[in-house]
């Protein structure tokens, strides 16, 4: 299919106007097969057991992508890595690989605090968690209620302890948390003519996305931002359109209007462009700043940029207070002296309901807006008992669990995907209660024996075959 049959004729117009003679190649490209990544998870496991664990599953060594650490190509005609156990067990994350770069940007130290300002499905945010090493805060917001779900599913497969998640509009946020983030990314919604080879369908709908509307959505979406970011911290900025006006021209309107921001330079490597501040109101330099065009590079289209703010400003949130039922708590340390290697230190505990959440540091004081998942999510407490969570087992070590309560299964075994298809376990158990099941030594799900008869507590939803 050549340029002309493919893309909207306003669109190739605009772009050759703003393009001049590079614009035929980047129309070609656009013709061309998308690009497809995986992102290793560093929270269970490191770069030579993975490649070995890849080249095991899928017969090819992977191949790392040159701009962020952990970052593999795959080949999507050959390989299905969804379909993996590898995928389940929640040892890589698959991302485009132009969309990688902006976590790489954040690359938040353990201990801070950090705001995924929209954050559904969470890619971004879990390669954020995987920098902060379960130390510090990571707080999810997205405004859309449908995408919250899988928010929260891939937060607990892929073990994130530190997590909170808001359901909010921006600007709600901003009273609770003014000038208190280290670090907060907003990948804001927008055209997304960058995805036109990830998503066809897109191309149709090209010219009724609305961009003054979205111009307006991202930039205040920023605005919300840039109150919320303490003195030194950054605000990473990103879209996957080429549009200027959703891109350099939010960027230079933001910094005349907020003096107290200044853009930082963003390395550049491997076909990264540098913004182009040509395509500005104002011609502001926007060299720091970062493009990523599917004809220089293997990757779809991409736009980062990383604005800190000056000065020293800080204000701690009113800390919400840990406060933990006994009966609740009773319950979990039963369980726990049962099926733990030892307790879980250095952990506040707290209670909303029957459920139980840890976290290393007390989060905000959250009374005042909608809130999906207040922590580390460990269970709840049902007729006097406590039933682990998903998400508790997913982010433990097998270190973490008593030899006697782990079923460990090679990926191989037909058991093991037998009990991610939610069938009735076909192994047997030597002592009641919770035991968890791991594959290859990573823990996957619960089961829960009677003594004759045992079930399997892994999510119906979550089943991948």
């Known amino acids: 299919m050549t340029p002309d049959q493919l893309l909207p004729a306003k669109f190739m117009e605009k772009y050759r106007c703003l393009m001049g003679n590079e614009a035929e190649s980047f129309f070609e490209s656009l013709c061309q097969e998308r690009t497809y990544g995986v992102r290793k998870n560093d929270l269970k496991v490191d770069t030579t057991t993975f490649e070995e664990l890849w080249q095991r599953e899928f017969g090819v060594a992977p191949e790392p992508i040159p701009w962020v650490p952990g970052g593999y190509y795959y080949d999507g005609n050959s390989i299905q890595p969804g379909r993996s156990t590898m995928y389940i067990r929640g040892l890589y994350y698959i991302q485009d690989p132009s969309a990688m770069l902006p976590g790489a940007v954040a690359a938040p130290a353990p201990g801070m605090n950090v705001l995924d300002l929209c954050s559904a499905p969470g890619g971004k945010a879990i390669q954020m968690a995987a920098y902060m090493q379960g130390r510090g805060t990571l707080y999810c917001n997205d405004i859309s209620a449908s995408r919250i779900k899988a928010l929260i599913r891939n937060l607990e497969q892929f073990g994130v302890r530190n997590s909170v998640v808001l359901n909010e509009e921006p600007a709600k946020l901003i009273d609770i948390f003014r000038d ?32 003054d509307k ?28 080429y549009a200027p006006e959703e891109n350099e021209q939010i960027i230079e309107r933001f910094l005349q209007e907020h003096p107290e921001f200044d853009l930082r330079y963003i390395p550049k490597g491997y076909g990264q462009a540098p913004g182009r501040g040509e395509w500005t109101v104002h011609g502001t330099d926007m060299d720091a700043s970062v493009r990523m065009w599917p004809h220089l590079l293997r990757g779809e289209g991409h736009y980062t940029a990383c604005l800190v703010r000056q000065g020293d400003a800080y204000r701690e949130p009113i800390k919400a207070k840990a406060s933990a039922d006994r009966k609740v708590m009773q319950a979990f340390e039963k369980f726990a002296s049962d099926v733990l290697t030892r307790p879980l230190e250095g952990y506040c505990y707290y209670t909303v309901g029957n459920g139980l959440y840890a976290m290393r540091e007390m989060p905000a004081k959250l009374d005042r807006i909608k809130v999906c998942k207040f922590g580390w999510y460990l269970g709840c407490l049902d007729h006097d008992k406590f039933v682990p969570s998903q998400s508790l087992v997913s982010a433990l070590s097998l270190e973490e669990i008593k030899g006697e309560a782990v079923l460990n299964l090679s990926s191989t075994d037909p058991a093991a995907h037998s009990y991610l298809k939610c069938e009735t376990p076909d192994f047997d158990m030597d002592r009641r209660g919770y035991g968890a099941v791991a594959i290859d030594g990573i823990p996957v799900g619960w089961v829960k024996s009677t003594g004759s008869v045992i079930k399997n507590m892994y999510p119906s939803g979550w089943r991948m075959y």
């Open 214 to 241: 979205l111009c307006h959505i991202q930039y205040d979406i920023l605005c919300s931002a840039a109150q919320m970011v303490r003195g030194g911290g950054a605000i990473v900025y990103s879209t996957c359109t």
């Open 180 to 211: 208190y983030f280290d670090v907060i990314v907003a990948d804001v919604p927008c055209s997304g003519e960058g995805m036109f080879r990830k998503d066809r369908g897109s191309i149709s709908q090209w010219d009724s996305h609305g961009a």
